[in-house]
Nanobody, 123 residues
Framework: QVQLVESGGGLVQAGGSLRLSCAASGSIFSINAMGWYRQGPGKERELVATITSGSSTNYADSVKGRFTIARDNAKNTVTLQMNSLKPEDTAVYYC?????????????????WGQGTQVTVSS
């Protein structure tokens, strides 16, 4: 199993910044993509940003220019720097990762989610 643990959520005023971090642990062989998703009150879970092992990034239109995703392949971590936060960014943010785990003789794919971290932006 691969576990993801998020940190860094909290309460911030509109216009402020927060930085989310996520660390993956377990018998990881490789991680192809890591990302952040969010679920606001009464809304469906939606993609925020993703990043591949080659550092190609993809952002939701609503966060482009304000959020930056980055990863450390050696440490199996991903971060989300969130600037110019808006009340509509209020949500539970989930870390996501997919790749291969197990030993070299028996690799299996994994797709894991973190437990979520609350981000609240006050107006």
């Amino acid at each position: 199993q691969v576990q993801l643990v998020e940190s860094g959520g909290g309460l911030v005023q509109a216009g402020g910044s927060l930085r989310l971090s996520c660390a993956a642990s377990g018998s990881i062989f490789s991680i192809n993509a890591m990302g952040w998703y969010r679920q606001g009150p009464g809304k469906e879970r939606e993609l925020v940003a993703t990043i591949t092992s080659g550092s190609s990034t993809n952002y939701a239109d609503s966060v482009k220019g304000r959020f930056t995703i980055a990863r450390d392949n050696a440490k199996n971590t991903v971060t989300l720097q969130m600037n110019s936060l808006k009340p509509e960014d209020t949500a539970v943010y989930y870390c996501n990762a997919e790749g291969l785990h197990g030993d070299i003789w028996r690799l299996t794919p994994f797709h894991s989610w973190g437990q979520g971290t609350q981000v609240t932006v006050s107006s």
